[in-house]
């Protein structure tokens, strides 16, 4: 029998917006997460893959008889056989670039160094190792092509010849008048600065671990892959097995960035191992193939024109890019046109113009990393700020603050139709310069100049879209792809212990504690009481076509869908309590662990009323279901452009801005941080120690890339930093202290005005870049790329020093 009590008033503080100390950090802490590799089935293979030395090269012939007369050896694989097996992937591309053939292994070329030609599944991996020695491969080599834009010369080598040109895209975005701009500005700058090709280092490389099942015919694969369900789309037509016969399962991933988005190619290519064989398959990426192989990011070159007034009123933008996407496109071209949601940053000149052209080369293939082709455009974007500064001797700060979009334009539609959902980008820099108490390290600055050590203060202010809408690439054939969703399910059993499920994937973003906190304040629990559900299975976890931890779009449709499965069980919920203790749904609130009458001020434990629902459901009204769960899928509210030929927007856009202050060696070349201030806009925070993670951890990855990652290639299309020793990562040791601060300006468009803002590393790249030149102007040095290289640097100095001794 169902006990109702009376209630005792106690005021009831929300979840949402404490920095609880994450619950999934117990078991990653203390070496109890369940990754990929942890994963041992009774006769499981191991897989090594045999890798093209070449950048280019046709493949003659490839010889694996001795490799599998040796003991231990179970198959190999080759590229002629996985063409017979599997048909090429599909390609997001329009023609010519839509008839590219790109599979998961070499298939009669090989087109960079590092792309797979050949595989060993063995009885342990050093047995594989040993047998790929086995294996012999002849080649002939061909004429490669490494630079983007030589790759549009007319006798320049073809990377795919079967499309008959090395460019995959081109597009032009043309909004108000730019040549109108041009002909009236009082000084038109122009600079041309080139983008560098680094990426992300997660702890864990890719793994996969396949196992086919001969008799349901399912193939099940384990794996750390980010973005589940859009790949559906890859495996099931390129396997020739049906999309319900393929279960992908990830447990904890040791971080992502973009990277694991496109290792779909070696989730299929294990797939093939296991049904060749007839056993589970493991496959580990080593260090140094990710490196080689593991989603570069987009390298682009920039010609850049921007007209000004004296004043330092921005008119407009003319922007020529060339986007050099490696041999194969995969995600692409979706990086050639997703920057156009924030072609203008945060500043409000309307007249934008982008020639845009997208090439092959004989480097690695490109693919999302954090910030993924937006980090590009800000840079430039935030570099160009700079440029305007330093031609018309003003601050930097004070032409930010003078084209800055202001916080009561807001929600404000840009040049491209995105609608930017809030917030205040001065009060952000006025924030940040503050903070670092600005006009004293000017002053400082001053001094320094009679020195060989100089000071250089760099400042960007990023804007970041997250929760993207599919619609946004309108990229044939898929006009009918847009939008975005994500599923939730939430399961109160008959003991009243409450589970939730998310199909968002985390990779390490902390969405155990935050889904717990949104799930707490809805039900009136504590978030102690709720179990959600580590990773990943297509199986049970509710996921859509767009599942998946990318683009900040987590605290946006994770919320969105956690609301929606939340508002439907307490829906329920209250049916069964209000029939319990006789009175009307609608008086129904949850706090405590209790459904509360608001009139009567009685109540009935969350546990009474599980117990009713599942198992003594007869006292119910006839026709009521039995049981309390509830599943939602959440769909993101775009609307559509309100200009023509503008872009369907992103739901939220968060921003920040950053503080650097360097002091260079102008003997040398060498500089360091002795100081860095971030201010950041997220809107509603859900767990703010989450966010300044997030915010370290961002700032960490762009100083990275601005300091020390670099994909440098040689003249032979080898890379020259495959390794650790020659690819810097920065360790803590080599980022400084993190002054930040936040500002909370609740988003216009997302569930509880949140906004996603896990990929904030591009700002730092504008900062540092812009406290490098601040540094060496003095000198008449100018500095063109994002990678500040000091021996490049120190050639700079020299070479003006040289000059001006003539």
């Not at 231990?72 to 590219?100: M, N, R």
């Not at 040791?254 to 190619?265: E, H, L, M, S």
């Not at 003997?667 to 201030?677: A, N, S, V, W």
Request: with cysteine; net charge neutral.
């Amino acid at each position: 029998m169902s006990t109702v009590t009376q209630l005792v008033e106690k005021p009831a503080k929300p979840w949402v917006g404490e920095s609880l100390k994450r619950k999934e950090d117990f078991r990653l802490l203390t070496g109890l997460g369940k990754f990929c590799d942890d994963i041992k089935i009774s006769g499981m293979g191991h897989a090594a893959l045999l890798l093209s030395p070449y950048p280019h090269a046709r493949i003659l012939e490839i010889n694996s008889a001795e490799a599998e007369k040796l003991p231990g050896v179970i198959c190999t694989l080759t590229g002629d056989e996985v063409a017979k097996l599997t048909v090429p992937f599909f390609q997001f591309s329009s023609p010519p670039a839509k008839s590219l053939k790109d599979y998961c292994m070499a298939v009669g070329e090989a087109r960079y160094v590092g792309e797979p030609v050949a595989a060993v599944v063995a009885e342990t991996r050093a047995i594989a190792e040993d047998a790929l020695q086995l294996i012999e491969v002849s080649y002939e080599i061909l004429d490669h092509v490494l630079d983007g834009r030589k790759a549009l010369a007319p006798d320049a080598p073809l990377v795919h010849r079967e499309i008959g040109t090395n460019l995959v895209f081109y597009g032009k975005w043309d909004y108000g008048d730019i040549d109108q701009a041009i002909g009236k500005a009082d000084k038109v700058v122009k600079r041309s600065l080139h983008f560098h090709r680094f990426s992300s280092t997660p702890i864990e490389t890719t793994v996969v671990v396949a196992n086919y099942d001969k008799g349901t015919g399912i193939l099940t694969i384990n794996c750390n892959h980010q973005m589940p369900g859009m790949h559906y789309g890859y495996f099931s037509p390129t396997l020739k097995i049906p999309s319900n016969k393929i279960r992908i399962i990830a447990g904890d991933v040791g971080g992502a960035f973009g990277n694991k988005i496109n290792n779909y190619p070696h989730m299929v290519l294990v797939s093939l191992l296991a049904i060749k064989s007839g056993r589970p398959v493991k496959w580990v990426e080593e260090r140094s193939e990710h490196l080689l192989t593991a989603s570069h990011g987009n390298e682009r070159d920039f010609d850049v024109e921007i007209p000004v007034e004296r004043d330092g009123t921005i008119l407009g933008m003319k922007v020529t890019a060339w986007d050099n996407c490696g041999a194969h496109t995969r995600t692409e071209p979706q990086g050639a046109k997703i920057w156009a949601k924030i072609a203008t940053g945060c500043y409000n000149f309307r007249n934008f113009r982008m020639d845009f052209y997208q090439t092959l080369s004989n480097k690695a293939p490109v693919g999302p990393n954090r910030g993924y082709s937006r980090m590009q455009h800000m840079w430039v974007v935030e570099r160009s700020i700079e440029e305007v500064a330093r031609e018309l001797g003003l601050d930097s700060s004070e032409v930010r603050f003078k084209n800055f979009v202001q916080s009561r334009e807001m929600p404000y539609v840009t040049v491209s139709g995105a609608i930017y959902d809030g917030g205040d980008y001065a009060e952000s820099l006025r924030r940040a310069l503050k903070l670092a108490n600005y006009s004293k390290w000017r002053a400082k600055q001053i001094e320094s100049r009679e020195t060989k050590k100089v000071i250089g203060i760099g400042l960007a202010t990023g804007i970041q879209p997250g929760a993207p809408n599919y619609g946004e690439g309108k990229i044939p054939p898929l006009e009918g792809i847009s939008g975005n969703s994500e599923g939730a399910l939430i399961s109160i059993d008959s003991m009243g212990q409450i589970t939730v499920a998310m199909g968002t994937l985390p990779t390490g973003q902390g969405h155990e504690t935050f889904a717990s906190q949104i799930v707490a304040d809805e039900l009136g629990v504590a978030p102690d009481k709720i179990l959600v559900l580590p990773g990943f299975d297509t199986a049970f976890t509710p996921h859509t076509p767009f599942s998946g931890a990318y683009a900040s779009r987590c605290a946006v449709s994770g919320t969105g869908a956690l609301l929606g499965a939340a508002a439907k069980i307490k829906q329920k919920a209250a049916l069964v309590a209000a029939y319990l203790m006789r009175t009307s749904e609608s008086k129904i609130e949850f706090r405590d662990g209790y459904a509360i009458d608001r009139d009567n001020r009685k109540k009935i434990s969350l546990q009474q009323i599980a117990h009713v629902a599942w198992k003594n459901y007869s006292v119910l009204p006839e026709g009521m279901e039995p049981g309390l769960t509830a599943v939602n899928y959440w769909r993101s509210p775009y609307s559509f452009p309100k200009i023509p030929g503008g872009i369907v927007e992103e739901l939220t856009f968060a921003y920040h801005s950053h503080v650097a202050v360097i002091e260079m060696d102008t003997e040398t070349g060498k500089f360091q941080i002795l100081d860095y201030f971030i201010v950041d806009d997220c809107g509603k925070q859900i767990n703010p120690m989450i966010v300044e993670g997030q915010v370290h951890g961002a700032a960490a990855h762009g100083i990275g890339g601005a300091m020390y990652e670099n994909f440098e290639y040689d003249e032979s299309g080898q890379l020259r930093s495959s390794t650790f020793v020659d690819y810097l990562v920065p360790t803590s040791l080599e980022i400084p202290h993190l002054t930040t601060a936040s500002i909370e300006t609740l988003s216009l468009s997302a569930p509880l005005g949140v906004r996603g803002m896990g990929e904030g590393g591009g700002t730092p790249l504008a900062a540092i870049s812009n406290a490098v030149q601040d540094a060496l102007s003095f000198l008449g040095v100018t500095t063109t790329d994002s990678h500040q290289n000091p021996y490049l640097i120190y050639g700079l100095i020299k070479a003006k020093e040289k000059n001006a001794a003539r």
